[in-house]
């Protein structure tokens, strides 16, 4: 069914439409010889060639911008196939029920050819029962045994499978190493490099997307242009189903958000990165650089203040003392945002970056949805005032740049910004959190940084490799594509895991070894290709200034917990908080 969304999206724009309409649904659907919707077709005998006015679906080179929505036509069909399902007291929503949904859609040019052509109502729903009844005879996955089997033998095989569905989901986690095993969150290293030695380019046994693991692999996937950037990232493919198919409780999430360079692809990608790029050069950064030192100073001020006054006992807690705060006041800052109004801007941060995980709650995303409309309003505030008042910030230069020709329009660069303030913050948090966490826990390291604090550099870099603040990133397949001898078909979500690629023996010498004289270290935790983070220069200026005060004030310093807590999510990795004991 994902499948035959993003393809009916090419297809539309194959077509030089900015939306895909139902008879693209129905064109994909039947193109795809391996889906329910096309054996319901062939079921009934029905000749798509006749129906469809256009060119048949998969001729042509996919288009370079996929269309971005579903036109009405679309959305109603996919809201009928919902209700096709829920009536059928089917568990899912399938191709199937979309075939169903356009028999029922009489009124549609296209419903109507469907009818006359033998597909109608009573026929598509018979055709599913006998779908079912054949055993599910295309892959449908999920059952895993795809041959036709006797009528008998599959009604006599229903109540067994059913039975071992749940040793099947518990294989597929813990034996088989799905992205569900709770490890992939504490301590995923044992996974990664299971995945990297067997099977290193998989379709993962629970989860719909596949997952590369080897470095060369990922650094494929993150430079080729074959590998697309697209809205519908895996974190964001759930919630925009549920939001095409009207599930209840969903709600619309504004159109801007897709404009967010990280998720474009060239050449709308490179405008925007363009702009954006002009406010983190060298001597922008320098600039910021005496102002972070004086702040990680004075957090660090505060933590030992506060020990003469309550006598505390030498302890700090390195995530909210430090590494937290320091990230988000210095973009605050950066983009021009009073720095008092941090508290708020670091709560809505936190809400859209919690619905950014894998797989967002509808809590999560309810919350998510409420600050980008909360932001939204604090933002134009904020420009009124700067308009008003011009200064030198990084929004003030985009505003005076608004109606040049490649200027940024209002929604882009409030989508950028806010892209910004949520990748700003909690990945330099995590470097800071997972580095003071890396170094102490390789006591060795940590007294030869102590000892020559003029290895901060490299130091940085090998603790982004080593236990790397994002973890994962996705693309979509454009083409089939062949890599380490599996070929992924096109419309297929690619999650790349960077911390895995990061401890690769191929390209790494000893890579499970915390080393902070490691030199080649190319590791790909900034990830690479035309999407390289950003803020890399920003981040691992701020971490070095970060950990080399705390080596130099507490170069005694120990883990006062050895059992930490970690947050959710396979995205971003670091620890909830880290206590240390200072002398
Ligand atoms: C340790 C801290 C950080 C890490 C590990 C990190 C990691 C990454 C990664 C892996 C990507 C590429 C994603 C992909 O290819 O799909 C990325 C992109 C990006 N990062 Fe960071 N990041 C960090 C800090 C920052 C900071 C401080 C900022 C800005 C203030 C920032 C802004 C961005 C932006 C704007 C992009 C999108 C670039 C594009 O699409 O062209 N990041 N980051």
């Given at each position: 069914m994902r499948r035959a969304l993003v393809s009916a999206l090419d297809e539309a724009a194959r077509h030089g439409r900015e939306a895909a309409d139902a008879e693209d649904l129905l064109a994909v659907i039947a193109d795809d010889r391996e889906s329910a919707g096309a054996y319901l077709l062939e079921q009934c005998g029905v000749d798509i060639g006749r129906i469809l006015?256009?060119?048949?679906?998969?001729?042509g080179p996919l288009p370079a911008q996929r269309a971005d929505r579903l036109n009405r036509s679309a959305i109603r069909i996919l809201r009928s196939a919902s209700a096709e399902a829920t009536r059928l007291r089917h568990d899912h929503v399938g191709t199937e029920h979309v075939i169903a949904a356009l028999a029922l859609a009489g009124d549609l040019e296209v419903g109507k050819k469907l009818n006359d052509a033998g597909m109608t109502p009573a026929n598509a729903e018979a055709a599913i029962r006998r779908w079912i009844a054949d055993g599910m005879p295309r892959r449908r996955g999920g059952w895993g045994w795809a041959p036709v089997q006797p009528r008998l033998l599959t009604a006599a095989m229903r109540p067994l499978q059913k039975a071992a569905r749940l040793p099947r989901i518990l294989w597929n986690v813990?034996?088989?190493?799905?992205?569900?095993?709770?490890?992939?969150?504490?301590?995923?290293y044992p996974l990664y490099r299971w995945l990297r030695e067997r099977q290193p380019v998989r379709k993962d046994p629970l989860a719909p997307v596949w997952v590369l693991t080897r470095h060369d692999d990922v650094m494929e996937m993150l430079r080729s242009p074959r590998f697309r950037k697209d809205p519908f990232a895996p974190q964001r493919l759930p919630r925009l189903v549920r939001k095409q198919l009207g599930v209840p409780g969903e709600e619309t999430r504004p159109q801007?958000?897709?404009?967010s360079m990280l998720f474009l692809d060239p050449p709308a990608h490179t405008r925007v990165r363009g702009v954006f790029s002009r406010a983190f050069t060298p001597a922008s950064l320098a600039e910021l650089r005496p102002s972070i030192e004086r702040m990680a100073r004075q957090r660090i001020d505060r933590v030992v203040e506060g020990f003469a006054s309550t006598a505390a006992t030498g302890q700090m807690d390195i995530i909210a003392d430090l590494a937290y705060p320091l990230p988000v006041v210095t973009i605050v800052e950066m983009l021009g945002f009073p720095a008092e109004d941090f508290p708020r801007i670091k709560q809505w941060s936190d809400d859209l970056a919690a619905a950014l995980s894998l797989n967002p709650s509808p809590k999560q995303q309810t919350r998510s949805n409420q600050a980008w409309n909360e932001i939204r309003g604090y933002f134009e505030q904020v420009v009124a005032r700067m308009q008003r008042t011009p200064g030198n910030s990084l929004l003030s230069r985009l505003l005076e740049a608004?109606?040049?020709?490649?200027g940024l329009n209002r929604d882009e660069m409030f989508t950028n910004c806010v892209l910004l303030l949520s990748a700003g913050h909690e990945t330099t948090t995590n470097l800071i959190g997972n580095g003071m966490l890396a170094l102490l826990r390789n006591r060795d390291q940590w007294d030869l940084l102590v000892r020559q604090p003029d290895l901060i550099e490299s130091a940085v870099d090998e603790l982004l490799r080593y236990d790397s603040p994002v973890q994962w990133t996705s693309r979509l397949t454009g083409e089939p594509i062949e890599i380490n001898g599996q070929t992924i078909p096109p419309g297929e979500i690619v999650l790349g895991c960077l911390g895995a690629a990061n401890r690769d023996p191929a390209r790494f010498p000893d890579p499970d070894r915390l080393d902070i004289?490691?030199?080649?270290?190319?590791?790909?935790a900034f990830g690479s290709g035309i999407h390289y983070c950003l803020g890399a220069a920003l981040a691992k200026m701020e971490a070095q200034i970060a950990i080399r005060e705390l080596a130099a004030r507490f170069p005694r310093m120990t883990l006062a917990k050895t059992k930490l807590r970690w947050m959710k999510g396979l995205t971003f990795r670091g620890v909830k908080s880290l206590p240390v004991l200072l002398r």
């Open positions: 006015d256009r060119a048949q679906p998969g001729i813990f034996a088989n190493k799905s992205l569900a095993h709770p490890r992939f969150v504490t301590d995923p801007p958000e897709t404009v608004e109606n040049e020709p490649d004289r490691r030199s080649d270290n190319r590791h790909l």
